[in-house]
């Protein structure tokens, strides 16, 4: 059959934005790695500071973004603990137990909180701490644990998603073996369907991870600071890796400071790579095992 001439083209412009979004995304990582990369090394984390001071506290690092890297890690850290285990209880809650109203109210909840701008997320914790001043904490500040919760929001649906689509996933003949089995309801959540689970919860969980890193919309109202040295505590100030690059790219002075704008992006880009990957591949793992597919 003879194709027409509109659906040759509109075929070309399917084919041309397909291969836009590929290109633009390569061109935007080969310029950072490129410009990125030439400065990674010792001096990037540590600048002029000894790296087993810096490491160990006994010396503060002012040209470095070994703070920056640790505030980062304890942040996902907090966001992990704070979000992990409600995410994953609402996912498999409304996979497993919530009525089909249940599912729908919850659902729109969980969606609607996906689709929150993240710059919401950092003002809501930013007016809770005005508002903790004004009643029951007077001396109440922007901290390392007030941006984890406010992140842990923020995150909390993608472990929901994960949880739910791995549930759902699982073939009714497993579930069908364990009440053949005489397993109950809970013996079979705990026993069997989590287990099967695990990896498909896991690449969302890294995902999460990932999201926390990388926001800094959030933890700009929140309690980051610029040169604000390692954490000092849940109640302290902290730097990041996200805020360092915006801070630099903003404020630098010389190309020097710019070069350690690109390292820090660079840095974050191959840390976000690596996770993505790993997710990936955690999901395609439980796809192949589950529904037989690559």
């Keep these: 059959m003879k194709r027409s001439l509109p659906f040759l083209g509109f075929r ?14 390569l061109t935007l990582m ?21 790296p087993l001071d810096a490491v160990f506290g006994r010396a503060p690092v002012w040209d470095g973004l070994w703070p920056a890297c640790v505030g980062t890690f304890w942040l996902v850290v907090l966001t992990m603990a704070l979000a992990l285990f409600p995410g994953v209880g609402c996912g ?25 701008p993240s710059i919401v997320m950092g003002l809501f914790g930013f007016m809770l701490i005005l508002l903790m001043r004004r009643t029951v904490l007077p001396d109440a500040n922007t901290c390392l644990l007030l941006a984890a919760a406010c992140l842990a929001l923020l995150v909390l649906p993608v ?32 026993y069997l369907l989590l287990p099967a689970v695990a990896r ?32 000092s505590g849940l109640f302290g100030k902290f730097e990041a890796l996200s805020f360092d690059i915006y801070y630099i790219s903003s404020q630098y002075q010389d190309q020097a400071e710019l070069l350690r704008g690109f390292g820090a992006a ?27 597919k690559a």
């Design 92 to 116: 498999v809650y409304l996979a497993e137990f919530a009525t089909p109203r249940q599912k729908r109210v919850l659902g729109s909840a969980v969606d609607m909180l996906a689709g929150m």
């Design 12 to 25: 070309f412009l399917a084919l041309l934005s397909s291969m836009l979004v590929p290109c633009v995304v």
């Design 200 to 231: 498909g919860i896991l690449g969302g969980a890294v995902l999460a991870v990932g999201r926390a890193a990388e926001d800094t919309a959030v933890i700009l109202f929140t309690g980051v600071v610029a040169n604000a040295g390692l954490p």
């Design 266 to 292: 660079a840095l974050l880009l191959m840390v976000s790579c690596l996770l993505l990957a790993t997710a990936r591949g955690l999901e395609r793992s439980f796809r192949r095992r589950w529904r037989g």
């Design 159 to 190: 472990l929901a998603a994960s949880a739910r689509e791995a549930m759902e996933a699982v073939p009714a003949s497993l579930r069908l073996a364990a009440a053949a089995s005489g397993f109950s309801r809970s013996q079979a959540l705990f």
């Design 30 to 50: 080969g310029y950072l790695l490129w410009r990125g990369l030439p400065v990674m090394g010792k001096e990037l984390l540590f600048g002029r500071t000894p």
